[in-house]
């Protein structure tokens, strides 16, 4: 069965320094996401991307967010200068064509920001 | 942002007998919701979904039943077997905002054999 992959599955870093998440989502789908959560909180949502562009991103994506399509099957987020805060699961989800409220997820990497 | 509760943080159930998940929402906006499964170390697993226009939706032994009027969803698992014990999140989406979920804080299901 078609699943989404994300790797690492665990990331420390010093706060300060940049961290790319990667991604690579169900091969027909067309709409892709970022989510995170915070130990012991809900999930929440970063970004939506179609068609090479965000649809729609959340206060949490701010100026040291960004994301990309590098080629046709990877996703990655960017974080710029991560801080402390930053330390959370991310979880990228993608949807088809069909049914694009249904999102799939991946296991997700953790962030450790030291 | 409180848009998606989830009132009940657990819920312990026999095997075989019936387990009941509830979710209430604010948003009228909403015209999807969905039901996850999380397993720890795991991503949020699809389990059944829900159209703003319908207040029923079966798939196997789960049901979901949707009261637009009281803003509330409910998940039905039955019979209820130990390999269903995780968290299972309810979660909301509305159509023009580019898909996003908005979800509940989980309820975490313990099945004993």
């Given at each position: ?8 599955s665990?990331q ?10 990667r ?92 | ?35 996850y ?53 309810c ?23």
């Amino acid at each position: 069965e078609p699943e989404v992959t994300q790797t690492p599955s665990h990331q420390v870093t010093q706060m300060g320094q940049e961290v790319i998440l990667r991604c690579v989502p169900i091969s027909n789908h067309l709409y892709f996401y970022w989510y995170r959560q915070i130990l012991g909180q809900k999930v929440e949502f970063l970004v939506s991307f179609y068609n090479n562009e965000i649809s729609e991103k959340s206060e949490i994506f701010d100026d040291q967010f960004s994301v990309e399509r590098p080629d046709g099957s990877n996703f990655t987020l960017k974080i710029r200068s991560t801080k402390l805060e930053d330390s959370a699961m991310y979880f990228c989800a993608s949807s088809g064509p069909t049914g694009p409220h249904i999102q799939y997820f991946g296991a997700g990497t953790r962030l450790s920001v030291l | 942002d409180q848009q998606v509760k989830q009132n009940s943080p657990s819920l312990s159930v026999q095997e075989g007998r019936i387990s009941i998940l509830n979710c209430d929402y604010t948003n009228s906006m909403f015209d999807y919701f969905l039901w996850y499964k999380k397993y720890p170390a795991e991503g949020p697993t699809f389990l059944i979904s829900i159209s703003s226009i319908k207040d029923k939706n079966e798939d196997g032994r789960f049901t979901v039943f949707l009261n637009k009027s009281a803003k509330h969803l409910s998940l039905h698992i039955v019979p209820s077997q130990p390999g269903d014990s995780a968290v299972y999140f309810c979660a909301a989406s509305e159509g023009n905002a580019g898909n996003m979920l908005t979800f509940g804080g989980g309820t975490r299901l313990m099945v004993k054999p």
